[in-house]
Nanobody, 121 residues
Framework: QVQLVESGGGLVQAGGSLRLSCVAS????????MGWHRQAPGKQRELVAT???????NYADSVKGRFTISRDNAKNTVYLQMNSLKPEDTSAYYC???????????????WGQGTQVTVSS
């Protein structure tokens, strides 16, 4: 089994910054793409950013130029640096990872439990 655990959420004023982390653990052979999604109350979950195993990144238009996704493959960790935060960024943030386990030739998609980010105006 594989577990993803997020950390780094909290309360911040508009214009401030937060850095989210997500660590994958368990029987991991290889982690392919990793990403961050968010879901506000009453809204659908939306993609924030993704990063491939080779480091290629993709961002939602709403966060381009403000958020940066990165990863440390040695630590099985993905980060989301969030700058110039806005009240509309308030959401629960979830990381996900496409992981090939050590006991299987197939990859599966795993999700963390989420971390809350609240931006006050």
């Amino acid at each position: 089994q594989v577990q993803l655990v997020e950390s780094g959420g909290g309360l911040v004023q508009a214009g401030g910054s937060l850095r989210l982390s997500c660590v994958a653990s368990g029987r991991i052979f290889r982690i392919n793409a990793m990403g961050w999604h968010r879901q506000a109350p009453g809204k659908q979950r939306e993609l924030v950013a993704t990063i491939t195993g080779g480091g290629m990144t993709n961002y939602a238009d709403s966060v381009k130029g403000r958020f940066t996704i990165s990863r440390d493959n040695a630590k099985n960790t993905v980060y989301l640096q969030m700058n110039s935060l806005k009240p509309e960024d308030t959401s629960a943030y979830y990381c996900n990872a496409d992981v090939r386990g050590s006991a299987s030739p197939l990859s599966n998609d795993y999700w963390g439990q989420g971390t809350q980010v609240t931006v006050s105006s």
